[in-house]
């Protein structure tokens, strides 16, 4: 069962406005996304019942687990976990592996476009890290900060579109 259009348009201003947050200022703020994540739990408890509502707050929590790693380890920033669970809130646990498998490649496509846009030297330096990667197994240590013609992802892009996508269209298949 989809969700009502007022409560859908809810959803988009508000991943719109996280993910452009993040593009132009690389931040999110904490109030944006506890408004994401409680109109997203509200709106299953309204539209479905509080059975969904748990499983859009497990789906929020699962979210952020899974990508709690990455942040530690430097890889992603806090506010774009904190946005992955927040509108994870919006789809319950049954939507979440389609999630995240969309998110995963709308961001491999946003890498691609900020690669394009990356100086010449930093998209060297990128290509070393890559070459590195693959040669050692393991992931170099490269600092979510824009520098020397670098431009960091905005990966709430990704999560946004990957959630919306959802929300409209139902899902994959």
């Known amino acids: 069962m989809a969700f009502p259009a007022a409560h859908l348009g809810v959803a988009t201003v508000l991943l719109l406005a ?3 947050a993040d593009t132009w200022k690389r931040r999110i703020p904490n109030a944006l996304n506890a408004v994401l994540g409680l109109t ?3 709106a299953q408890a309204y539209a479905r019942g509080w059975g969904a ?4 707050l497990a789906a929020a929590v699962l979210t952020i687990a899974v990508l709690w790693w990455p942040w530690l380890k430097g890889m992603l920033g806090g506010g774009d976990v904190k946005m992955a669970g927040a509108a994870a ?3 319950t646990l049954p939507r979440l592996p389609e999630y995240l498998v969309l998110a995963a490649v709308a961001g ?3 890498a691609l476009i900020y690669y394009a846009l990356s100086s010449r030297d930093a998209r060297r330096e990128i290509r070393m890290n890559l070459t590195t990667a693959a040669i050692s197994a393991t992931i170099p240590k490269v600092t979510l900060r824009t520098g020397a013609g670098r431009r960091s992802v905005p990966y709430s892009v990704a999560f946004a579109a ?3 996508f959802l929300l409209w269209r139902g899902g994959l298949w």
């Open 18 to 20: 996280a993910a452009g």
């Open 40 to 42: 997203g739990l509200w």
């Open 53 to 56: 509502d748990a499983a859009g």
């Open 89 to 91: 809130a919006w789809l």
């Open 108 to 110: 491999g496509v946003l």
């Open 162 to 164: 990957s959630a919306l």
